[in-house]
C-alpha cells in the first residue's frame, strides 16, 4: 500500500506544481497566453496519446517494470523542464506526460497482483496519493519550494522532480518480477468494439472536464463577476475538497465502488453544485463549489476502480489505458470548447456550460454499467 500511494503520489504532483510557477515562467521565457496555459493542459493531452503505449510496454515487460520506467522518466523529464528555453521546455514536459502515461495503467494492474482481494482499499491508496500530490504541488510551490530555490523557477522543477526516484527505487527494490508479473489473458490494446471502454472513459471525462474546468475557468468568471477577492477562497475550497473526497473512500469505498448507483448520484450532486457556482452570485456561490468539488473526487475514484474489479491481468492493462485514454481526450477537449464558447458569446461564465452539458450526457452511462462480480467471472 505505500509503494501505491507514494507512486500514486507523481501521477499529478509535477504538473501541478506548473499553474503556480507558469506566470514566472512566462515572465522569464516571454510566453503568451495560450503557450503559459499548454504547460498545465499539455501533459494532459499526453496522457492520452501514450495510454495504449503503455498498456503494450505492460504487456512486453510487466506492470512493475513499467512502473519503475516511468517514475525514472519522470523524475528526469521534469526536472529538464527548466534546462533551455522554450523548445526544450515544452520538449520535457510532453515527455512528462508520457512518463505520467506509463505509471496511470501499471498502478490498476499491480493492484490485481500485489493485492487482488483489496481492490477498493488499494485504489483509495494510490488515488490518496494522487491526490495529495495535487495540493501539494499546487499550494507548496510558491510559499515553500520556491523560496528555497531563492526564486529560481528551473531550481523549484527540479527539487519537485527528483524525489520521484525515490518511489522508484522502494519499488525495484522491495518487489520481484515473480511476484508482479500479470498473467496473459489478452492482449494489449483495448477492446475498442466493447461499450465498457467508451462508458468508463466517457465518465472519467465527466469527473475530470469539472475539476480541470472550474479550475481553469474560476478566476475569469470571479473577475467577471466583481469577485475577485473571493478567488483563494473558492480555489481552496474546491481543491480542498480532493483530499476528503478521498478520505470519505477509504470509509465508503468497499460499499460504493462497484454499485452504479453511487456513481450515478455524484456525477448529479457534481453538476448541482456546478450549476448553483454559476447561478448564485457572492458567497453562495462559492459555497456550492464544495459538493461540486467533493463529488468530482469521489466519482473520479469510483471510476479508477473499476478497471481491476471488471478484468484481470495485462486486460486490467489495456481497460484502464483505454478508458484513461478516452478521459484524457476528453479533459483537454470540454474545457477547450468551454473557452471557444465563452469568446463567441463574449461571457465567461459560458466556458462553463459544455462541461454542465457533457456531465448530464454522460450520467445516464453509470446506470449501464455491467456488475463487477459477473464480469470479472467472465475474465476467469
Given at each position: ?9 507523481y ?13 514566472t ?69 510532453a ?30 491508496v ?20 520556491l ?10 522543477l527540479?527539487m ?6 525515490i ?21 494489449w ?8 471502454v ?183
Amino acid at each position: 500500500m505505500l509503494l501505491l500511494w507514494s507512486a500514486g503520489v507523481y501521477l499529478r504532483l509535477t504538473v501541478m506544481v506548473a499553474p503556480p510557477l507558469a506566470p514566472t515562467i512566462a515572465a522569464d521565457l516571454g510566453l503568451g497566453q495560450a503557450a503559459t496555459g499548454a504547460l498545465t493542459t499539455f501533459p494532459i493531452l499526453m496522457l492520452a496519446i501514450a495510454g495504449l503505449a503503455a498498456s503494450w510496454l505492460i504487456s512486453r515487460i510487466g506492470a512493475r517494470r513499467t512502473l519503475v520506467i516511468a517514475l525514472i522518466l519522470v523524475a528526469f523529464s521534469s526536472a529538464a523542464r527548466g534546462v533551455g528555453g522554450v523548445a526544450a521546455l515544452f520538449g520535457a514536459t510532453a515527455l512528462m506526460g508520457v512518463a505520467i502515461a506509463g505509471i496511470q495503467p501499471s498502478l490498476p494492474t499491480l493492484l490485481t497482483i500485489w493485492s487482488p482481494q483489496r481492490i477498493a482499499l488499494g485504489t483509495a491508496v494510490y488515488m490518496n496519493g494522487m491526490l495529495m500530490g495535487e495540493v501539494l504541488g499546487s499550494t507548496l510551490t510558491l510559499p515553500l519550494v520556491l523560496p528555497l530555490a531563492d526564486g529560481d523557477w528551473r531550481l523549484a522543477l527540479v527539487m519537485w522532480s527528483m524525489p520521484a526516484l525515490i518511489p522508484a527505487m522502494l519499488v525495484f527494490g522491495l518487489t520481484r518480477d515473480r511476484d508482479s508479473r500479470a498473467p496473459d489473458t489478452g492482449g494489449w490494446m483495448p477492446a475498442w468494439r466493447e461499450g465498457l471502454v467508451w462508458r468508463l472513459g466517457i465518465l472519467l471525462g465527466a469527473s475530470g472536464s469539472l475539476f480541470f474546468g472550474v479550475n481553469a475557468y474560476l478566476g475569469p468568471v470571479l473577475e467577471g463577476r466583481g469577485e475577485d477577492g473571493l478567488l483563494d477562497l473558492a480555489l481552496g475550497l474546491f481543491n480542498g475538497t480532493q483530499l476528503l473526497a478521498s478520505a470519505l473512500m477509504f470509509w465508503l469505498g468497499r460499499r460504493w465502488i462497484g454499485r452504479p448507483m453511487p456513481l450515478f448520484a455524484m456525477l448529479l450532486i457534481g453538476l448541482s453544485g456546478l450549476g448553483g457556482f454559476v447561478l448564485l452570485p457572492g458567497i453562495p456561490g462559492i459555497i456550492a463549489l464544495f459538493p461540486a468539488g467533493l463529488a468530482a473526487g469521489i466519482t473520479l475514484i469510483l471510476i479508477v476502480a473499476l478497471p481491476p474489479l471488471y478484468t484481470r491481468g495485462n486486460r486490467t492493462a489495456a481497460l484502464a489505458a483505454g478508458m484513461f485514454a478516452i478521459g484524457a481526450v476528453n479533459n483537454f477537449l470540454v474545457p477547450l470548447l468551454g473557452g471557444v464558447v465563452a469568446d463567441y458569446r463574449d461571457n465567461v461564465v459560458y466556458a462553463l456550460i459544455p462541461i454542465f452539458v457533457y456531465g448530464l450526457i454522460a450520467a445516464p452511462l453509470a446506470r449501464r454499467l455491467p456488475d463487477p462480480a459477473t464480469a470479472a467471472a467472465q475474465t476467469d
